[in-house]
């Protein structure tokens, strides 16, 4: 259990590893030390939070110094920051996905549970105020039927195709830990199936006990947008995940309630958004809305010797479902790296 200020390595000054420091910050934690290997941006971020900085991962994890590891790395190499982390004994939050694989993914669980160690991925999406209300407001939405993404990223370094098609594998773990909170009983053995058009743009389709899901995902397809749609037998709601807020429609069937869905669709965005941006702007957070609430929970339960905020078993279960569409992509002609 610790007593006072969480103290926080990161591992890797990229952009990710800049709002974590931000987020630690904010929820009151100590970041303490900074490691990457381009030594020029690891002594920038370790500056401006009041940090040192070393270009030596391992140096990073003292036991003396930090409490808690954030693991900010390429994906890549995510499995051997958080080993490293754990070898010396300390908590680890890291980027998704965890591991190249369910595999890894599991064992890496087993590590932290010999050691007694919280390890959590960062699945921000779920804490964010949208979808918190989302979920709140999903079993006034009767039945769920329907669980839609549409992702538009512009996250692609280089451009070729290998890369393209990586990033989907990178960022599918984000829609399928929201529908593996919205539909009952999770996700796991979901039947998929995947279409892709072109490297970066695929199409990935699964049912699960009556419920359709559906993830769009285009690396070409602007603007950049991250939305979610929850369908249910008495009403639906509608997240934007970029901003982080969501409005709900119940209707009943009439001509009169399909003649004025679309005014009310635009207000209730119009309100939520709104809302939204003014609770943003009071409390600072420019981005990657619910990064912030994610850290303040995790480091709860540091101090607690509490649970981590999201389960061994959800993460499980995306990691195995990440592996089936991994391999379906495969089947399509992708080439993903992982």
């Given at each position: ?48 939070f009041g ?8 140096d ?8 808690v ?5 390429p ?9 490293a982390?754990?070898e010396?004994n300390?908590?680890?939050l ?42 709140h ?38 829609p ?16 998929w ?20 899901i ?56 119009l ?5 939204n ?6 409390r600072r ?12 929970k ?19 279960d995306?990691a ?19």
């Open positions: 259990m610790i007593s006072g200020q969480v103290r926080a390595a990161i591992v890797g000054a990229g952009l990710m590893g800049r709002w974590h420091a931000d987020a630690i910050q904010r929820v009151g934690g100590v970041v303490a030390i900074v490691a990457d290997p381009d030594p020029d941006r690891g002594a920038a971020l370790a500056e401006e940090a040192s900085s070393t270009v030596r991962t391992g990073a994890l003292t036991r003396q110094l930090v409490d590891v954030h693991v900010t790395t994906p890549s190499d995510h499995a051997y920051a958080i080993r982390a754990m010396s300390l908590h680890v890291a980027e998704k996905p965890l591991a190249p694989s369910a595999a890894v993914t599991a064992e890496l669980y087993s590590m932290a549970a010999t050691r007694s160690l919280l390890l959590c991925p960062v699945h921000q999406s779920l804490f964010q105020p949208g979808i918190v209300k989302l979920l407001a999903a079993p006034g939405l009767g039945r769920i039927r329907q669980v839609a993404a549409v992702i538009c990223t512009a996250g692609v370094k280089g451009g070729d195709d290998a890369a393209r098609d990586q990033l989907v594998c990178d960022v599918v773990p984000h399928l830990s929201l529908a593996a909170r919205l539909i009952p009983g999770g996700i796991s053995g979901t039947r199936q995947v279409s892709r058009a072109a490297a970066g743009e695929v199409q990935i389709s699964g049912s699960k006990d009556g419920v359709s559906s993830i769009l995902m285009s690396t070409r397809g602007r603007p950049p947008r991250n939305v979610l749609s929850v369908t249910g037998e008495t009403g639906s709601m509608h997240a934007d995940l970029y901003h982080g807020f969501a409005f709900g429609e119940h209707r009943t069937l009439s001509k009169a309630n399909k003649i004025v869905r679309p005014f009310g669709n635009a207000a209730g965005t309100t939520a958004a709104t809302t941006l003014a609770r943003r702007i009071a957070e420019q981005a990657f809305p619910g990064l912030r609430e994610l850290v303040r995790f480091y709860d339960a540091v101090k607690s010797d509490g649970m981590p905020p999201i389960s061994v078993s959800e993460t499980l995306v195995v479902e990440r592996d089936t569409i991994i391999r379906a992509l495969r089947l399509e002609g992708a080439k993903p790296l992982n």
